[in-house]
């Protein structure tokens, strides 16, 4: 996959637990122009492995000078953003896929609700700037843990004015899903990204009102769960990889040197399906992309997130 | 809500069965404009959960779809049942009038008089049929006239 080299600019505390770091290009260059929802994958070299963790671009895209994005220190985890934190300094040198927007805004919607938690806030600041400029009816809705763990809230009441809401759990303050989704007008559509929690609870809050699916939006960033070990062997590489514990099958397709195709690495866009051609165990789908059906053929399997309790898991790649 | 009209494409009317099946929110009116003009009224009230299934000549159909459609309602979210009568409203492709309640392969357009071929393209957007001048390359000339949409 394509890759651009960037430099860091800057990097900021936001709250305790989340940096705002800023890249420019390495060659000093225009980045690629983006739209709101956008992410990119951000590819970290860790003791010899590489890890490939998506980050929300959060700056305007009407500026391509920096790309800027926040990462949440997330401590019982494989270690990339622990890494981000602790490792990556001012000046140093990365690279980053070219942004993907899987959480675009629906240009005919004739209102915009969005709906986020602690750091799932990051995607709605660029579609903000977008919203902004089509001079869109939106509000924000901004759930977070306390005071000190909203990030950008202050930034957001200035821009936003009364459009943006939020609500402090430390202060006892809820956001009522089906008081701010029951009454809003034909054509209104509703966008969540945050915790897993948060976005299974806006989903059912949304369908059980009759918002039609294709009026709820929904981003996460998932990291691949961590299992036990097993062996997987690819059918047209030739080639039999043992996939560990805290590695994802992508991950080690990726290490053993073969190039899948994918794009949210996190088991929602389907881009990393690959047809199964055997095997001998069962396997264990992690995903929210394979319908109910798909799964239970064990025909196909998201090597992203999903893993298996088997020898022989033959993949058509 | 309910909105129903008896149309003249059917000999039942179905007023009586619905006034008894339909807890609240009926409303019985005299003719298609009229169910029309009520759906108009109504949607300003409506919200986001609200489900519209419309059931009638196609001509009927895509009239409600084009009014849900200003308040942001899309195509993909209406249920559509075709029934009573297969009449088409056919697009003139030469003059742009739109004319109603054609049931034959052939018609003569509204607006320009010509004898339109009644095709089975259809616009969403015009909620008509392509009808296209059948005897251009020998005027006067006609195939058999059949209804074929009753």
Redesign the interface.
């Known amino acids: 996959m394509s890759t651009i080299n960037v430099k860091v600019a800057n990097i900021k505390q936001v709250t305790p637990l989340i940096k705002h770091f800023t890249f420019v290009k390495e060659d000093g260059s225009e980045f690629p122009a983006f739209s709101g929802g956008s992410h990119v994958v951000v590819s970290l070299n860790i003791g010899g492995r590489v890890h490939r963790n998506p980050y929300s671009l959060m700056g305007s895209p009407g500026d391509t000078s920096a790309y800027h994005i926040s990462v949440r220190k997330q401590e019982h985890s494989r270690g990339g953003s622990v890494f981000m934190h602790e490792n990556v300094t001012v000046g140093m040198s990365l690279k980053i896929t070219y942004p993907v927007n899987l959480f675009s805004l629906a240009k005919?919607?004739?209102k915009h609700i969005l709906i986020a938690g602690g750091i799932g806030i990051t995607p709605f600041m660029s579609q903000i700037a977008d919203l902004e400029r089509m001079g869109a009816d939106f509000e924000l809705h901004y759930a977070f843990r306390s005071p000190e763990h909203g990030a950008f809230a202050r930034e957001l009441e200035q821009s936003c004015g009364n459009k943006f809401h939020c609500y402090t759990d430390s202060n006892g303050e809820r956001l009522n899903l089906n008081e701010l989704?029951?009454?809003?007008?034909?054509?209104?559509h509703v966008y969540v990204c945050g915790p897993n929690s948060m976005v299974v609870a806006v989903l059912e809050a949304a369908r059980n009102?009759?918002?039609?699916e294709?009026?709820i939006h929904s981003e996460q960033f998932l990291a691949p769960p961590i299992g036990e070990p097993f062996k997987i062997q690819l059918a047209k590489s030739n080639i039999e990889i043992q996939v560990p514990a805290e590695m994802s099958m992508l991950e080690a397709m990726e290490a053993a040197g073969v190039e899948p195709d994918f794009l949210c690495r996190g088991g929602v866009c389907g881009r990393c399906e690959l047809d199964v051609l055997e095997t001998d165990g069962a396997l264990m789908h992690n995903d929210h992309f394979l319908s109910d059906a798909e799964k239970a053929s064990c025909k196909k399997i998201m090597p992203c997130v999903s893993r298996a309790k088997c020898e022989r898991l033959v993949l058509d790649i | 809500t309910v909105l129903y009209a008896h149309s003249s494409s059917t000999d039942v009317n179905y007023a009586n069965t619905l006034r008894k099946v339909v807890p609240e929110g009926l409303q019985i009116l005299d003719s298609e404009q009229e169910v029309q003009q009520a759906l108009k009224n109504i949607?300003p009230t409506?919200?986001?959960?609200?489900?519209v299934y419309v059931a009638g000549s196609e001509e009927f159909i895509w009239t409600v779809a084009e009014s849900?459609k200003e308040?942001?309602?899309?195509d993909?979210?209406i249920m559509k049942e075709l029934t009573g009568t297969l009449a088409r409203s056919i697009y003139c492709v030469h003059c742009k009038a739109i004319t109603h309640n054609i049931t034959t392969n052939i018609g003569k357009c509204a607006g320009c008089e010509r004898m339109l071929f009644v095709r089975d393209h259809f616009s969403r957007r015009l909620g008509a049929y392509m009808g296209l001048m059948v005897d251009a390359e020998s005027p006067g000339e006609l195939p058999e006239i059949e209804e074929i949409y009753p």
Request: aromatic residues 6%.
């Open positions: 005919k919607g004739r989704l029951s009454k809003q007008p034909l054509g209104t009102l009759g918002w039609p294709r009026h | 949607l409506m919200h986001m959960g609200m489900r849900v308040f942001g309602v899309e993909g979210d």
